[in-house]
C-alpha cells in the first residue's frame, strides 16, 4: 500500500508541476495562484521577485504577463523527494520570450519546490527560481497572433489562437517587434563610444563581462574609501552593490543614510550622499557620440554623479548604447521605465519613475569619471 500511496503522490505532484506550466501559458492567474497553498510562495531572486500568498502570487503574475509579446515555457521532470505530507524537488524549464517593449531571449533554468499535501490534494508551498543559462541575443521567430492582439491582453487565457484559423500568409505577415534597446553593440560600436568618451575627458575602457568589471573596482576604489552605490539592478545584478555595501573593503555611505530617519533626518542623508569620495553608479544610456544620461525617481544620487562625488566609476552594459542624445531619451522612456515599473511595483509595491535626469556631456576633470564598458548586456 505505501508502495502504490508514493507512486500516486508522485504522478500528482508531477501533475501540478504540469498544471503550474499551463496556466503560465493560458494566463490563468487565478488558476495559477490556487496551485500554491494559502501562504505559499513564488521567489525569483533573478529578477528580482517575491510574492507571498495567492493574492500576490496572482496579482504578480498579472504584472508580469502584462508585459509579453509572448511566452513559451517548458517543463522537464527532476527530482521528488517524499516525506509523509511534505515533499521537496526540482523541476527543470526552459523558456522563449519577448515583451511589448522588444526585451527578449531564452534562458533554461531550475525550479526549486516545497510541496504540502492539503485537503484539496499537494500544492507548492515554495518555488524558488534559478537562472542557469541566459541568452539575450534577438530572437528569430515571433508570435502568429502578435498583431490581432490576443496573446497580450486579459482574454488570452481563453482566447483561440489566431494562427488556428490564419492562412501562411498571416502567419508570416507579422514584422517582430524591434529590440534594439535591449540588444548589445557590436566590438567596433563600443570601441567608437570609449573613444567619444575619451575625447570628452572620461577614462573608458571595455571589459568582457560584469564578473571582469565586478574585479575592476577593487583596481579603481582603494580600500576605506568612501563609496556610494546607485540603487540600478546593474550594480545588484553583477555583485558590486554586495561587494562595496557588505563586503567590509570599503566605507559604503547607502547603508548609513538608509539607517536614518527619514521624517526627521532629511540633511543628515543629503549630506554624505551629495559629495562622497565615490560614487558607482549605472547609466541609463550612453550615446555614440560620448555623452553619459541618468535617470532617477528621487534624484538623490544624481548630485554625487554630477560632480559631488571626487571620483565616479559608471558601469555600462553593451545593450545601453544609443546613437544620439534624442535617442537615449526615447530608451529612457520607451525601455528602461516600463523595466523599472515592473521592477519597483514587484519589490516596492509603487511604480517607478522618472522625475530627474541628468546629462553629462564631458568630465570636465580629468581623471575623475572612468567608463567601464562591458560587452555584454545588464541592468536596464
Not at 152 to 171: F, H, L, N, R, S
Not at 266 to 271: F, N, P
Amino acid at each position: 500500500m505505501d508502495d502504490f500511496r508514493a507512486i500516486a503522490d508522485r504522478v500528482e505532484i508531477e501533475a501540478l508541476r504540469g498544471e503550474f506550466t499551463d496556466a503560465a501559458m493560458m494566463r490563468d492567474r487565478p488558476r495559477l495562484a490556487a496551485l500554491f497553498t494559502p501562504d505559499g510562495a513564488l521567489r525569483m531572486p533573478d529578477i528580482p521577485v517575491e510574492l507571498v500568498g495567492r493574492e500576490e502570487i496572482r496579482a504578480g503574475g498579472e504584472r508580469l504577463q502584462s508585459q509579453w509579446d509572448f511566452f513559451v515555457q517548458t517543463t522537464h521532470p527532476g527530482t521528488i523527494l517524499l516525506d509523509g505530507d511534505t515533499a521537496t524537488g526540482r523541476a527543470y524549464i526552459q523558456e522563449l520570450a519577448r515583451t511589448l517593449d522588444g526585451r527578449q531571449g531564452l534562458n533554461h533554468a531550475v525550479y526549486h519546490d516545497r510541496y504540502q499535501r492539503t485537503g484539496e490534494g499537494w500544492k507548492f508551498a515554495e518555488r524558488v527560481y534559478e537562472v542557469r543559462y541566459l541568452d539575450t541575443s534577438p530572437l528569430a521567430g515571433t508570435a502568429p497572433h502578435a498583431a490581432q492582439g490576443s496573446g497580450t491582453g486579459p482574454a488570452a487565457a481563453t482566447a483561440e489562437p489566431a494562427a488556428a484559423t490564419a492562412g501562411p500568409a498571416d502567419v508570416t505577415a507579422t514584422p517582430a517587434p524591434a529590440g534594439s534597446f535591449a540588444t548589445p553593440a557590436s566590438a567596433g560600436r563600443l570601441e567608437r563610444v570609449a573613444a567619444a568618451l575619451r575625447a570628452n575627458g572620461f577614462a573608458a575602457e571595455i571589459l568582457d563581462d560584469a564578473a571582469e568589471a565586478r574585479a575592476r573596482i577593487e583596481d579603481l576604489l582603494p580600500e576605506g574609501a568612501g563609496v556610494l552605490t546607485g540603487a540600478g539592478e546593474t550594480l545588484r545584478l553583477s555583485g558590486i552593490d554586495e561587494d562595496i555595501n557588505t563586503g567590509g573593503r570599503y566605507d559604503p555611505v547607502r547603508p548609513r543614510i538608509r539607517a536614518i530617519d527619514r521624517a526627521t533626518g532629511a540633511d543628515e542623508i543629503r549630506r554624505p550622499a551629495a559629495g562622497p569620495e565615490f560614487v558607482v553608479d549605472s547609466v541609463a544610456a550612453v550615446t555614440e557620440t560620448g555623452s553619459l544620461v541618468l535617470a532617477s525617481g528621487s534624484g538623490s544620487q544624481l548630485p554625487a554623479n554630477a560632480g559631488g562625488a571626487a571620483h565616479a566609476v559608471w558601469i555600462v552594459g553593451a545593450q545601453k548604447v544609443v546613437p544620439d542624445l534624442s535617442t537615449a531619451l526615447r530608451r529612457v522612456e520607451e525601455y528602461a521605465l516600463p523595466m523599472e515599473n515592473a521592477r519597483a511595483q514587484a519589490v516596492y509595491g509603487m511604480p517607478g519613475a522618472v522625475n530627474r535626469l541628468l546629462i553629462l556631456n564631458a568630465e570636465p576633470r580629468p581623471g575623475r569619471g572612468t567608463v567601464p564598458l562591458l560587452r555584454e548586456a545588464i541592468g536596464h
